[in-house]
């Protein structure tokens, strides 16, 4: 449903006649997704202490690829989980900043293409990908 969703909001950004507007659309669509996402996981004690990595970590439908042993103590899963939440919080602000929009995107698309890489989640890093180019026009 939400994969939907997000696909026809972008379909109708990019059909929009002003790049303005498509710019606009693509920065509500992600900020609200970021700065949503950033308020969800704050209270969210799993997120804070790391133990939403490590469940995704246990089940065998969420990973896609092995986490590295390395990164599996608790001090870098809350690592994960707390730089998760910043860099949603902050990127959900900082996509309307104009000198910022660039590393934001650059930044964003690293982020996106870690989930790809890691979950898999069926075309939410490309749509989100795809967003976050739509930031520059």
Not at 10 to 38: D, E, K, M, N, Q
Not at 89 to 102: E, F, H, Q, S, V
Not at 113 to 121: A, D, H, K
């Amino acid at each position: 449903g939400a994969d939907l969703f997000m696909l026809l909001i972008l379909t109708l950004a990019f059909l929009s006649y002003s790049p303005v507007w498509t710019g606009f659309l693509c920065r509500l669509i992600l900020s609200t997704v970021y700065v949503s996402g950033a308020l969800y996981k704050i209270v969210d004690p799993k997120w804070n202490n790391g133990s939403q990595f490590q469940t995704m970590i246990d089940s065998p439908n969420t990973f896609v690829r092995p986490w590295p042993i390395w990164l599996r103590n608790s001090l870098c899963l809350s690592m994960a989980g707390w730089l998760t939440i910043a860099f949603e919080g902050i990127a959900g602000l900082t996509i309307w900043c104009p000198k910022l929009t660039i590393p934001t995107v650059i930044l964003g698309t690293i982020f996106h293409l870690g989930i790809e890489y890691f979950q898999r989640i069926p075309f939410f890093s490309w749509i989100s990908i795809a967003l976050l180019v739509g930031c520059l026009l």
